[in-house]
């Protein structure tokens, strides 16, 4: 149990941010529409928290078993550190997902929208593709583009729609701040991961852009979150300026990536990263709703 622990604390600056934020903001936007359902609401953040649990798994036993994280300098990997068989793992993965695919069938049948089954096995195939199967999409460098649209856009906007049946601006836009921030998460972890990924074969897109650059993604990508929280306010609710409360764990974040920061000195800078987008997305969704 002990080491199942250290795996959730290594995984959960990740998992709670990627999941709650995007149906935060997708139900704000939902009741700024007047059209908030709170059982609709619960199971799409039950669906999206069993889905991220599942990826953590899957790329824990993708990794684990490509041999990838036998010099892992970040939280702990179940496979890579022998604590659990990859058939546990892979097994764990499997049932999460089959949690998230049980719970999104209530969900679809609520809304009679039947064509979302499509969207869901889609973020499904999505999460195992990421580092598993014959050709992974994170090994060439495609993980960022699939976390933005999956855990930003489809998310956010996925929330808002089985409520109310409609896309709405502020979704849309909301899905580009969290979806920034989640995708500024996977971004620093990959520039930690810089070294021994490029080691293992493991082109990620921090590999290919190298590290200056790299940089320079996560800071934009900072930076794109805010300015769209700002956009939403200048469409017409104000107060979604809330969300730049949230600025100080930003702000933590990106000082170690300016200053060059490498390897373990990068943990504090995902751990914020993932607090800033939890926090912008509580700030966002209370200036939806009063808005």
């Known amino acids: 149990m002990a080491t199942l622990q250290e795996w959730w604390q290594g995984a959960r600056p990740r998992t709670l941010p990627a999941a709650v934020a995007p149906v935060l903001v997708g139900s704000a936007a939902a009741a700024a529409a007047d059209g908030f359902v709170a059982e609709r609401a619960a199971l799409a953040l039950a669906v999206a928290l069993a889905l991220q649990v599942g990826v953590n798994y899957a790329n824990d036993y993708s990794d684990g078993v490509r041999g990838t994280d036998a010099d892992r300098v970040g939280p702990l990997r179940l496979v890579g550190s022998g604590a659990a068989t990859p058939g546990q793992v892979r097994n764990a993965a499997v049932a999460s997902f089959g949690v998230a695919a049980a719970l999104g069938l209530v969900l679809v049948a609520l809304t009679g929208q039947w064509w979302l089954l ?49 896309v709405t601006t502020a979704s849309v836009l909301g899905g580009v701040a969290v979806g920034s921030l989640a995708t500024a998460i996977l971004v620093v972890n990959n520039l930690r991961d810089i070294p021994t990924d490029r080691a293992s074969g493991k082109r990620t897109l921090a590999v290919r852009l190298g590290d200056r650059w790299t940089r320079r993604l996560f800071l934009l990508l900072v930076a794109l979150a805010y300015a769209t929280t700002a956009a939403i306010a200048v469409y017409g609710y104000p107060r979604a300026l809330l969300g730049w409360l949230s600025l100080p764990w930003a702000m933590q974040a990106v000082t170690p990536v300016e200053r060059g920061a490498t390897g373990q000195a990068l943990i504090p800078a995902l751990t914020n990263t993932g607090r800033a987008e939890l926090w912008l997305a509580v700030g966002l969704s209370v200036g939806l709703v009063l808005g």
Not at 144 to 150: D, L
């Open 118 to 166: 499509a969207v869901g096995g889609l973020a499904v195939v999505a999460a195992w593709g990421y580092t598993g199967g014959a050709s992974p999409y994170g090994y060439r460098g495609l993980g960022e583009v699939a976390v933005f649209v999956f855990f930003g856009l489809v998310a956010t906007v996925g929330t808002t729609y089985v409520q109310t049946l409609e």
